[in-house]
């Protein structure tokens, strides 16, 4: 049995993502994925759930960079300029390929919100185990806690959530990622981009 190759132009945008097709879609995806985090934080009795759905938040919001840059930030040199006066001194111009100027705006990016720096940490961690260097080497992502203001359950605690520490200060995951969002609106609005309408409860 031969297999029939097929070109990535045979395949419609989307079919290969569950239907997620923008940037947009990806931050309706990082609100939801926060929502639930939040909700789930009292059935989560399984403490590496909590951290499984950490990680997912920390990989949707640091991801949808990938996904604005394929789908706006490359689109032309207008949409360059525009992103340009956010970030002055970075020179997109002197990148060869759309690799490179992706791994700077990523850079960018990082330096200038901390929450997205954080998550960009988390996000990428696994390629960083054997390196020499690592980015934020102050970081730990391994402490799941008991909510301290929850009453415990006939069990013992029954609703945990997740801290992260960068040096001695601790983040709590669920303010994280709401900065993390709050630091992509901020992003979008300098930029006059619009930005899906999604209303967090948490």
């Not at 045979?10 to 639930?36: A, N, Y």
């Not at 930030?73 to 956010?86: T, Y």
């Not at 992502?141 to 992260?164: C, F, K, L, Q, T």
Request: charged fraction near 25%; aromatic fraction near 12%; hydrophobic fraction near 45%.
């Amino acid at each position: 049995m031969t297999s029939q190759k097929i070109s990535p132009s045979d395949v419609p945008h989307g079919e290969q993502s569950f239907g997620i097709r923008t940037w947009q879609d990806m931050f309706r995806k990082l609100c939801f994925e926060l929502e639930e985090f939040v909700i789930t934080r009292g059935s989560d009795h399984n403490l590496a759930a909590r951290g499984y759905r950490a990680l997912n938040l920390a990989w949707t919001a640091w991801h949808l960079h990938d996904w604005f840059f394929e789908s706006q930030m490359d689109a032309g040199d207008l949409k360059l300029a525009v992103v340009k006066l956010v970030f002055p001194s970075a020179d997109f111009e002197a990148k060869k390929s759309k690799r490179e100027r992706l791994a700077l705006f990523g850079e960018e990016l990082a330096a200038r919100f901390e929450a997205l720096r954080i998550c960009r940490t988390l996000a990428t961690a696994g390629k960083h185990g054997k390196a020499e260097h690592r980015p934020m080497s102050e970081l730990r992502a391994h402490e799941v806690r008991p909510i301290e203001w929850m009453p415990p359950g006939p069990n013992g605690p029954i609703y945990y959530d997740v801290r992260i520490l960068v040096g001695n200060v601790p983040w709590d995951a669920r303010d994280l990622f709401v900065q993390a969002i709050a630091d992509w609106r901020n992003f979008f609005a300098l930029i006059s981009e619009a930005v899906p309408d999604t209303q967090l409860s948490v």
